[in-house]
């Protein structure tokens, strides 16, 4: 019914820390490092933020132009609550299950910028790098802090 898709989609929006859609604005723009990986610079449709991010295009190919949803998340219940670390085979549905393409990462590196007003976030995702830089007001959250654990979950705009 309505409420309970209501119902979800609060509890959904209450687990993820940052969420916007992106535009790819370049691919590769210092030259292809790896046979299977890129690295694209795209910008957010609702908040004014830079996105670099290294993706495995054999995986999930993305070309110019392509429009995605970025979510970023501490854990993948649908409740929010905190997971042990460790992924869940049980079959037990998560919030991956709406997404194409699902990383988790450790955030490395926060930089203040322009006395506070801009912020660099840098999360490592096993060797996958990801720098979203922008407003301190869209990137300052609770959960998005240095050595904080991170989902990154994709999908097609």
């Known amino acids: 019914s309505i409420s309970e898709l209501h119902v979800l989609h609060t509890i959904m929006a209450s687990a993820f820390l940052f969420e916007d859609i992106f535009t790819v604005k370049e691919k590769d723009p210092h030259g292809k490092r790896f046979e299977r990986v890129s690295r694209f610079v795209c910008t957010g449709q609702t908040h004014d933020i830079e996105l670099i991010l290294d993706i495995n295009t054999q995986l999930y190919p993305l070309e110019l132009n392509d429009r995605f949803t970025l979510c970023l998340a501490t854990t993948l219940n649908e409740d929010g609550q905190p997971d042990d670390g460790e992924y869940d085979q049980s079959g037990r549905s ?64």
């Open 94 to 157: 998560n919030l991956a299950d709406g997404y194409d393409y699902v990383m988790h990462g450790l955030v490395y590196r926060i930089e203040e910028q322009d006395q506070g007003q801009q912020l660099g976030v840098y999360v490592s995702f096993g060797g996958l790098l990801m720098r979203l830089q922008g407003d301190a007001s869209s990137l300052s959250k609770p959960g998005l802090d240095i050595d904080s654990n991170q989902y990154l979950l994709l999908r097609k705009a």
